[in-house]
């Protein structure tokens, strides 16, 4: 039978979840996914002027092998 863990247990590497936050959305995408989205869609996210939204470059373990780690983005907003 699978297990399978909750996200901020299973990327603590990349994201601690803030408890002094009332809202929190996390996204974490593969940097091709990303890179395939709308331009304008992108520079909409990542020209916002706001302290409680950030876009960062992270790399993550494969899921298929954890040596190997894949390019990605990860976009959070907290209020």
């Not at 009332?22 to 995408?29: A, E, P, S, V």
């Not at 940097?31 to 709308?38: N, T």
């Not at 876009?55 to 990860?74: E, H, T």
Request: charged letters at 30%.
């Amino acid at each position: 039978m699978w297990h399978i863990d909750n996200p901020n247990k299973t990327f603590n590497y990349i994201y601690t979840y803030d408890d002094a936050k009332d809202f929190q959305l996390i996204c974490l995408i593969k940097k091709d996914k990303y890179d395939s989205l709308p331009q304008t869609d992108k520079e909409v996210v990542e020209n916002i002027d706001n302290d409680n939204i950030t876009v960062s470059d992270v790399r993550i373990k494969n899921p298929n092998n954890p040596i190997d780690l894949l390019d990605a983005k990860l976009l959070v907003f907290k209020v």
